[in-house]
């Protein structure tokens, strides 16, 4: 993935066109705005862009902003919120009226989340950064954006696809659920038991709509199944003929997808949109479509002849429209995934209780900011009997937050697939993704897990904030003979130092401590995903599946850079564990995790092939057992709630205490084993 980053962007910070693209027919580089009232923070603006390939200016007002964008063109402008006279906010609704072409970023260290996501709302602001900023992280989102303003401006010249919606990849969805307009022909004897398995594997072999495979083969006249679906299954009919076509919906589904699937969008109202389909029973299909819109589905049956006709239209049309209405669009989109939280009067009961069914990308979202309000490590959507239990990992426990309707449980799952790019298609195999998620006060790696049961799929999504910092080895816990036996054991030049224990019970915490209180001088790599802890000691690296075919060929690579320690996170492959462990007995240093519930259960882990108990007696120099358990109140002796007992009055700062044991190699068991 960084490989193939690297390639796409390479054109916007040196200039060179990529190797697959030629060359753009731009006489100049691109001109990037910077505004701020303080000329220092200007100054270090222009130290981190003073590299690429960009044209700088800067303004330390924006009254001289708007000066500057009055005499030349620039695409992208990057404003402070905090100035005097007219502040951020305004500057931007200014351009964006004046100037809807240029980007606009907003750069704030107020983090004031009711105007700064109430400008995104407004359009005036696309993206913001928190000061103070990674600098990183704001060449990146400057890239992408111009990328994405790149790409428009090559539509908008080709003078065609400004509505575009994006390609749904629906062909491969879950087939039983596509194929209810079969057993419909099928009960109505219309087609008999072989003919209704032939057309299932033709279904399965061309990846067309049962409605079209039925129509294109003659097996049932146009009118008689026109007739069959109004009359026995009383579906709501519209007459595509009274239809005036609204190009606009488009950008909602792409012409090519309506082609393929026989669907024509009608109108929109709310959050409801109205299409024709020539088979309302393709459930499939619709549920797939109210995933990926945000829109409520309302199915209305229509003649195929008057589809096609207006289909024909709607194409010829669309081919001809002129692109005025483009440049008036967002200039780039879905750069990253922003959680709006200005919503949250209306939380989950009141969207689950409302009347019209909530779209799966508002109880999707809400879902997530609700555990990231509360402070959770994780989310099981659990899907049960007669409902749907979403429950977050609070303190280490699991508490119940809400019960959701089991109908909703497709389009939560096909949401959540989505935003960690795994296959919505595929729901008989575990599948596992990552994505960032970004919130006004705070940026998360979440790792998306799921699981086949015999109710539908289940969701574990694990929470971890990004570079959150690491505390010293003495605020942990530890005893002073533990404290002393650990730093004896990581003094040793070589060997695997493990730290175990169950799920969020801090052992990558513990490691990254460890690190930080050994020499300075000292080369150290992290490989962790995600990368949870912000370690100035340590060089921190993911895993890159792109480029790797699995971690152990990242360990490698590591190990080619000759670091003095590497910290592996906790890996499920026994074949990662025994490379660490090798690396280990034979002259390296690891520092790894392991999720265990006992030291047994660790050497269990540990002595799995490929492992043998040669290799582990010579690599292992210590194992740390720990877990976090539930702080007992002083008065009733019950677990410390959130909001503490009533005798307390109060709550705690500290809601869970670190219990654990070390093992750890002496000199003299090092002697036995040499001798």
Same mark, same amino acid.
């Given at each position: ?399 119940? /937050?809400?019960?959701? &309707?089991? $109908?909703? %449980?497709?389009?939560? *799952? !096909?949401? +959540? ?6 296959? #919505? ?10 994505? /960032?998620?970004?919130? &006004?006060? $705070?940026? %998360?790696?979440?790792? *998306? !897990?799921? +699981? ?6 289940? #969701? ?25 036996? +650990? ?189």
């Amino acid at each position: 993935m960084a490989l193939a980053m690297k390639k796409r962007y390479s054109a916007l910070f040196t200039g060179n066109p990529p190797p697959t693209e030629t060359t753009d027919e731009r006489s100049r580089p691109y001109r990037l705005l910077f505004v701020d009232d303080d000329p220092y923070i200007l100054s270090a603006l222009r130290r981190v862009f003073h590299r690429e390939n960009y044209e700088l200016r800067f303004a330390e007002s924006a009254e001289a902003a708007l000066t500057i964008l009055e005499s030349e063109s620039v695409e992208l402008i990057v404003s402070d919120f905090k100035m005097p006279g007219m502040d951020g906010n305004e500057l931007l609704h200014i351009v964006r009226k004046r100037w809807p072409h240029v980007l606009r970023i907003m750069l704030t260290g107020y983090a004031d989340s009711e105007v700064v996501l109430g400008s995104m709302k407004d359009g005036a602001v696309y993206r913001f950064n928190l000061k103070p900023w990674n600098d990183d992280d704001l060449r990146l989102t400057v890239a992408m954006a111009l990328e994405q303003f790149e790409l428009r401006q090559r539509r908008n010249s080709a003078g065609k696809g400004n509505l575009r919606g994006p390609e749904l990849e629906l062909m491969e969805l879950d087939i039983p659920s596509r194929n209810q307009l079969l057993l419909f022909l099928h009960d109505q004897n219309l087609i008999n038991t072989r003919q209704l398995q032939r057309l299932h594997g033709q279904i399965h072999r061309s990846q067309q709509p049962a409605v079209q495979i039925v129509v294109d083969g003659r097996w049932v006249d146009e009118q008689q199944l026109y007739a069959l679906l109004r009359d026995e299954k009383l579906c709501e009919e519209i007459d595509l003929r009274e239809v005036e076509t609204d190009l606009s919906l488009f950008s909602i589904l792409a012409p090519s997808t309506c082609m393929r699937q026989w669907i024509f969008p009608c109108r929109r109202e709310g959050a409801r949109l109205d299409l024709a389909m020539a088979d309302p029973l393709d459930i499939g299909l619709i549920e797939a479509l109210t995933t990926t819109t945000g829109c409520t589905i309302r199915p209305l049956l229509c003649r195929v002849e008057q589809l096609m006709a207006k289909l024909e239209e709607a194409a010829e049309r669309y081919m001809w429209l002129n692109d005025t209405a483009a440049e008036e669009e967002d200039p780039y989109e879905d750069i990253e995934i922003v959680l709006d939280d200005s919503e949250s009067a209306e939380n989950l009961q009141q969207l689950l209780t409302s009347s019209v069914e909530p779209p799966a990308v508002r109880l999707t979202n809400g879902i997530l900011l609700e555990a990231v309000n509360a402070g959770a490590r994780g989310i099981l959507i659990q899907p049960r009997l007669d409902a749907i239990s979403v429950r977050y990992r609070i303190n280490g426990i699991m508490q119940d /937050t809400i019960q959701i &309707p089991s $109908s909703l %449980l497709v389009a939560v *799952v !096909s949401r +959540l697939k989505l935003m960690a790019e795994l296959d #919505v298609a595929e729901q008989q195999t575990p599948q596992e993704g990552h994505l /960032t998620v970004k919130t &006004p006060m $705070s940026i %998360l790696d979440m790792t *998306v !897990s799921t +699981l086949p049961t015999t109710h539908g799929e289940q #969701v574990y999504v694990r929470l971890a904030p990004r570079n959150s910092a690491v505390f010293a080895l003495e605020q942990l816990g530890l005893s002073a003979e533990h404290l002393r036996l +650990l730093r004896h054991a990581s003094a040793r030049p070589q060997g695997m130092i493990l730290s175990a224990g169950p799920a969020d019970s801090g052992k990558s915490m513990l490691l990254h401590a460890l690190l930080r209180d050994g020499p300075s001088s000292s080369h150290h790599i992290s490989i962790e995903q995600p990368t949870q802890y912000a370690n100035d000691r340590a060089t921190q690296t993911r895993p890159v599946r792109d480029y790797h075919d699995s971690s152990a060929d990242m360990l490698d690579a590591v190990l080619a850079q000759h670091p003095d320690v590497v910290l592996l996170d906790d890996h499920r492959d026994s074949g990662v564990i025994a490379k660490a462990m090798h690396t280990a007995a034979y002259g390296g240093k690891v520092l790894t995790t392991i999720t265990a519930s006992s030291v047994a259960d660790v050497f269990a882990r540990l002595l799995t092939p490929p492992a043998d108990l040669l290799t582990v007696a010579s690599g292992l120099n210590a194992v740390v057992m720990q877990r976090l358990v539930r702080r007992l109140c002083e008065h009733c002796r019950k677990p410390v709630p959130p909001t503490a007992c009533d005798a307390l009055g109060a709550p705690s700062p500290s809601l869970r205490l670190r219990l654990g044991k070390q093992w750890a190699v002496t000199d003299a068991m090092v002697a036995m084993r040499d001798a």
